[in-house]
């Protein structure tokens, strides 16, 4: 599948422990994102009910929880992030297998069914960095191996950076569901990404969904910067 399976493949990061703020962001933006996507700030300061109030939106919501644990941990942590009704959520491939399984295999128990997918490589991290933690492979090499065991362990699709989308598309195919943040619309401000590229480019060179925060949610006016996003996605196609 291609990004053409999401009308709008813009999920908008809501990174914030404010939640009064996510929903006016969320309002604010509705209609003009293809989703909504919640990470640790906003998990570990709102729990369960803000989650519900992010689901409740109507939206679809992607919850970067990153589980890393036990496989029976992780079997526990899914049933839990699943019950509360998010679209997509993920695990570090790091984990490995028994762990992508277990957290897939509760995942089926839904209906809907929650989309699992992995983080392989943080992009945060250097070669150097993986060297200092004892992994001698350089990141793309670790991406690459991490996507493909990732796909074997019955996950839906990996979060990568834009740099690393051609690569996992090789490796996993048409199907695989590929995530990707580090997107800036050009002009934007990087803030700490550093390897990034435009929307147009991101969703030509393959990716599935793209997860934007700052650009949207520290602009003057979130709808207008949505909408020319959205244009230019739609431009690129
Ligand atoms: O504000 P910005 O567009 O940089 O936000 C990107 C979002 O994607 C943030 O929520 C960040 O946590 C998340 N993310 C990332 N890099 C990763 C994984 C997730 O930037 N490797």
Do not use: W
């Not at 490995?96 to 991290?125: C, D, N, Q, Y």
């Not at 934007?188 to 925060?213: F, K, S």
Request: proline share 6%; aromatic share 4%; net charge neutral.
């Amino acid at each position: 599948m291609t990004a053409a399976r999401f009308a709008n493949p813009v999920f908008v990061a809501l990174d914030t422990p404010d939640l009064s703020r996510a929903l006016e962001l969320a309002a604010a933006v509705k209609g003009l994102v293809g989703g909504l996507k919640i990470g640790l700030e906003f998990i570990t300061a709102l729990g369960p009910e803000g989650i519900g109030k992010i689901v409740a939106l109507g939206l679809p919501v992607f919850a970067d929880v990153k589980f890393h644990d036990i496989p029976n941990t992780v079997a526990g942590a899914a049933r839990a992030i699943g019950g509360l009704g998010v679209d997509i959520f993920n695990v570090h491939a790091a984990g490995g297998a028994a762990m992508m399984r277990a957290a897939a295999e509760e995942a089926a128990k839904f209906h809907p069914r929650p989309k699992v997918i992995a983080v392989t490589v943080l992009t945060s991290l250097s070669d150097t960095d993986l060297e200092s933690v004892g992994q001698a492979a350089p990141a793309r090499a670790q991406v690459a191996r991490l996507a493909g065991l990732s796909k074997a362990s019955g996950l839906d699709g990996v979060v990568c950076s834009p740099r690393e989308i051609a690569l996992v598309r090789e490796a996993c195919g048409a199907e695989f569901l590929i995530v990707t943040p580090g997107v800036r619309p050009a002009g934007a401000a990087l803030g700490d990404q550093h390897r990034v590229m435009t929307p147009g480019e991101a969703v030509r060179a393959g990716a599935d969904i793209l997860v934007i925060g700052r650009p949207i949610t520290g602009a003057a006016d979130p709808a207008a910067t949505a909408r020319a996003i959205a244009d230019e996605i739609a431009a690129a196609r």
